[in-house]
């Protein structure tokens, strides 16, 4: 019976990678030496970077509203979002409020 190779499982999430030298460098702009192409690069990485977090914001906006809202039995509290994401009560209950707001203009779908 032939042997099967040895495969490394799958690593876990708080495992630390393996000391890469390319990590280091940060999407490329590291050997840009023309400013001109620096900045158009940079702009576009800011820009989708922008987009990115936008997007999760509002997923997390969704979220927050389908957490705390009172007719699941489940339900969270202002407090215990607030305690999930690292903020205030007061900010967890906006973001609920404006996913609730996107969930009822049926903009959910869009991200």
């Known amino acids: 019976m032939k042997e099967q190779p040895r495969t490394r499982p799958v690593p876990l999430l708080y495992e630390p990678a393996a000391e890469d030298p ?53 339900r969270i509290t202002y407090l215990e979002l607030a305690e999930r994401i690292g903020c205030t009560a007061a900010i967890a209950e906006t973001m609920a409020e404006r996913g609730r707001q996107i969930l009822k203009d049926g903009h959910a779908h869009e991200f």
């Open 22 to 74: 390319q990590a280091k460098r940060f999407f490329g702009l590291d050997e840009i030496t023309d400013p001109a192409e620096l900045l158009e690069r940079a702009t576009d990485l800011h820009t989708a970077f922008r987009a990115a977090a936008d997007r999760a914001g509002a997923y997390q906006a969704i979220a927050a509203a389908e957490l705390t809202d009172p007719r699941r039995f489940d």
